[in-house]
């Protein structure tokens, strides 16, 4: 077995899948449908990370002292890196989609430092927007690995149609 390189010439890059890139349409999106990540837990570096990143030095995520004599008796991970790491689970990169909007986002439950969790998409329904693009809304639930719900929300996407003539009737 060699061990060298392929060195993939690059006038084919252009002809190799992008991964984790789709190209779905409006007509495409069943209602029902779901899809669940991968686990993925929570380091302390990558949460104090997230922290400096979006300036969040709230006590409760980055104070130990504090957090160990406040009410839930350990430091937090921050509720937007659980929604950003929660959504990113089942982030499918389709180039004919466009964020909306989310509606609905609640944090449920506390993740802690360490705590393991993983992302169920649900597709929930559709509609048409205007004559070039629908509108989709899809459900994520955030779980801990014990099965514990710690975030809801819900994203709403435009999304072009295949066809946009078919997309009318």
């Not at 957090?67 to 950003?84: H, N, T, W, Y």
Request: with cysteine.
């Amino acid at each position: 077995m060699a061990t060298t390189p392929k060195n993939t010439p690059l006038e084919k890059h252009p002809d190799i899948p992008v991964w984790n890139a789709e190209a779905w349409y409006w007509e495409d999106i069943t209602p029902g449908r779901q899809i669940r990540s991968i686990r993925r837990t929570l380091s302390e570096g990558e949460c104090m990370l997230f922290n400096s990143l979006v300036l969040d030095m709230h006590p409760y995520v980055a104070d130990e002292p504090f957090a160990r004599s406040a009410q839930f008796g350990r430091r937090l991970v921050a509720g937007a890196m659980v929604f950003s790491v929660g959504l990113g689970l089942v982030a499918t990169n389709c180039k004919n989609a466009f964020s909306y909007g989310y509606d609905r986002l609640r944090f449920i439950a506390p993740v802690f430092i360490g705590d393991t969790i993983y992302t169920i998409k649900t597709d929930m329904d559709k509609a048409l927007k205007n004559d070039s693009l629908g509108l989709y809304r899809a459900s994520y639930e955030v779980f801990k690995d014990d099965g514990a719900l710690v975030l809801y929300c819900e994203h709403l996407q435009t999304v072009k149609y295949r066809d946009p003539r078919s997309a009318k009737t």
